[in-house]
């Protein structure tokens, strides 16, 4: 196998945008058979962003955009009645995992994201996040599970806030791969007349693909 690949994003795992983004992705490594080429999530966390926690009703809006025009195979298991008021927790458990390995952390970070979108699974529950460290091969009594909520794991997701505003991220998802730096480069979105419509930026895809896998 050839070098690791490291594609990093700065997201929010309440991001839709960013889950379908991702799915694409993952979908595309298989499909290539390009194992080398892998995930560094890292906190871009919209409640800080933006000051206030996420309406999940807006969310419910996006995911039907997305849904209804490129997306259409994703969100089967989303509850806007489980939508967490507060994805710290989940963000703080995805970069704790990454401290045991670069494999570990993506099947975190794509894991908490299928538990929400997929599962309808309410990421504040202590359980269910210890449930995703377990799934990736982590204990969550050694690896923090649940316990990354705490003021460690806040300051954690802060860090990765201030060095993403650093590097000069404007919105989940912001990808970095090699000299390529794009802020949601599969997707284009317009929010007219109180509906949002999404379709795949085709020429942002297929540079975005070739930065990643070429």
Do not use: K
Request: glycine share 10%; hydrophobic share 50%; proline share 6%.
């Amino acid at each position: 196998m050839s070098a690791v690949r490291v594609v990093e994003v700065f997201a929010d795992v309440v991001c839709p945008f960013t889950h379908a983004g991702l799915s694409r992705l993952v979908d595309e490594r298989r499909r290539r058979d390009r194992p080398d080429v892998v995930l560094r999530c890292r906190s871009w966390p919209l409640e800080l962003v933006n000051g206030a926690p996420l309406d999940p009703a807006v969310v419910a809006e996006e995911i039907e955009a997305l849904r209804r025009s490129v997306a259409p195979g994703l969100f089967a298991g989303f509850d806007p009645a489980r939508f967490p008021r507060s994805s710290v927790p989940a963000l703080a458990l995805a970069a704790a995992a990454y401290d045991t390995s670069l494999a570990a952390g993506e099947a975190v970070s794509l894991g908490v994201r299928r538990a929400l979108f997929e599962e309808g699974l309410d990421l504040q529950d202590p359980a269910v996040l210890d449930a995703v460290a377990a799934a990736a091969g982590l204990d969550p009594a050694t690896s923090g599970g649940a316990a990354t909520a705490g003021a460690g794991g806040r300051a954690r997701v802060e860090a990765d806030w201030a060095e993403g505003r650093a590097r000069g991220v404007v919105g989940s998802p912001h990808f970095f791969v090699g000299d390529t730096d794009v802020f949601c480069p599969t997707l284009t979105i317009a929010h007219e007349g109180g509906r949002f419509d999404v379709e795949v930026d085709w020429q942002g895809l297929e540079a975005f693909l070739a930065a990643c896998f070429g």
